[in-house]
């Protein structure tokens, strides 16, 4: 008893509070990841053939083959586009609901615009299939309308429906991180900089644009990241739109080639890594790196 006693005493108190999630980290997610590092160096085949023979030869296809290096391509395009249009439609939002509004209003309305996201994810696109589906509510409404003979085709099934849902899905986790960045930056900024003749235009592109770039690296991170390995929103509204996500998934479950599709994961995990570094370099988050 004494000696549990002095142990205790030894250890901080807060590794053993974080012990319990070190453990569940370490079976859930660093052994995954070692394997699939593990895998993407052996050789491996068709209906999961594989061959514990140290190779590159895995890395090299993914960034050589013509269909993994445009899907590559086309998946951080679609990506940055997406990114782009939420933090459009995002940044008015998260600047009316920190600046304009007072109290604690603007933060009664965000936890309305995350009340959302504690629906699950796959219902939230299936109920995006019978909005824009061919007898969906917006093709139902426009035939009834007159506006339309038929329904149209291009809301479903098509890259258009991937923006659409992907947009809807990942607009709630832009518009939190800028509510706060915008909300942290002092009135005493604007006060100062009206004071010194400086109009609206200029003390928003001098102050509020440029103090608020730490949240638009933290949407970066919450919506690129996760977009370039999505396989979900394709399957389900994309049609034959085919993205990274649908190419790791095809070569684990239908072709079987693990070592392959290990490589490609890894592959993908270090470039947007790379990529968040950089956002995070250039949006001023410099304590990563001290």
Same mark, same amino acid.
């Given at each position: 008893?004494?000696?549990?006693?002095?142990?205790?005493?030894?250890?901080?108190?807060?590794?053993?509070?974080?012990?319990?999630?070190?453990?569940?980290?370490?079976?859930?997610?660093?052994?995954?990841?070692?394997?699939?590092? @593990?895998?993407?160096?052996?050789?491996?085949?068709?209906?999961?053939?594989?061959?514990?023979?140290?190779?590159?030869?895995?890395?090299?296809?993914?960034?050589?083959?013509?269909?993994?290096?445009?899907?590559?391509?086309?998946?951080?395009?679609?990506?940055?586009?997406?990114?782009?249009?939420?933090?459009?439609?995002?940044?008015?939002?998260?600047?009316?609901?920190?600046?304009?509004?007072?109290?604690?209003?603007?933060?009664?309305?965000?936890?309305?615009?995350?009340?959302?996201?504690?629906?699950?994810?796959?219902?939230?696109?299936?109920?995006?299939?019978?909005?824009?589906?061919?007898?969906?509510?917006?093709?139902?409404?426009?035939?009834?309308? /007159?506006?339309?003979?038929?329904?149209?085709?291009?809301?479903?099934?098509?890259?258009?429906?991937?923006?659409?849902?992907?947009?809807?899905?990942?607009?709630?986790?832009?518009?939190?991180?800028?509510?706060?960045?915008?909300?942290?930056?002092?009135?005493?900024?604007?006060?100062?900089?009206?004071?010194?003749?400086?109009?609206?235009?200029?003390?928003?592109?001098?102050?509020?644009?440029?103090?608020?770039?730490?949240?638009?690296?933290?949407?970066?991170?919450?919506?690129?990241?996760?977009?370039?390995?999505?396989?979900?929103?394709?399957?389900?509204?994309? /049609?034959?739109?085919?993205?990274?996500?649908?190419?790791?998934?095809?070569?684990?479950?239908?072709?079987?080639?693990?070592?392959?599709?290990?490589?490609?994961?890894?592959?993908?995990?270090?470039?947007?890594?790379?990529?968040?570094?950089? @956002?995070?370099?250039?949006?001023?988050?410099?304590?990563?790196?001290?």
């Amino acid at each position: 008893m004494n000696r549990l006693r002095s142990l205790r005493w030894r250890i901080p108190i807060y590794v053993l509070y974080s012990i319990p999630s070190i453990v569940y980290l370490t079976i859930f997610f660093y052994i995954p990841i070692m394997m699939i590092i @593990v895998y993407s160096f052996w050789q491996g085949g068709p209906l999961y053939k594989i061959v514990r023979v140290f190779t590159l030869e895995n890395y090299v296809r993914f960034f050589t083959d013509e269909l993994s290096r445009n899907v590559l391509i086309w998946t951080n395009l679609l990506a940055l586009l997406i990114f782009g249009i939420v933090i459009i439609i995002a940044y008015p939002i998260a600047y009316f609901l920190a600046r304009m509004m007072k109290g604690e209003t603007g933060l009664k309305i965000i936890l309305l615009i995350l009340i959302p996201l504690e629906m699950n994810y796959l219902i939230r696109i299936f109920a995006w299939r019978n909005i824009l589906g061919e007898s969906g509510l917006i093709n139902s409404t426009l035939l009834s309308l /007159g506006v339309i003979n038929e329904p149209l085709t291009m809301l479903f099934h098509s890259i258009y429906a991937i923006v659409i849902v992907a947009i809807h899905n990942d607009l709630p986790y832009a518009i939190f991180p800028l509510y706060i960045t915008l909300k942290s930056i002092p009135r005493s900024l604007y006060e100062a900089a009206m004071d010194l003749g400086s109009n609206r235009l200029s003390v928003f592109f001098r102050i509020t644009l440029p103090l608020s770039l730490p949240g638009v690296a933290i949407a970066f991170l919450f919506i690129y990241i996760p977009t370039v390995g999505e396989f979900a929103i394709p399957a389900l509204v994309g /049609g034959k739109t085919y993205l990274l996500g649908n190419l790791i998934t095809r070569g684990f479950l239908d072709i079987g080639n693990w070592p392959f599709a290990s490589a490609a994961t890894m592959s993908i995990l270090v470039l947007t890594l790379i990529a968040m570094f950089v @956002v995070f370099k250039l949006t001023g988050m410099r304590w990563l790196y001290r």
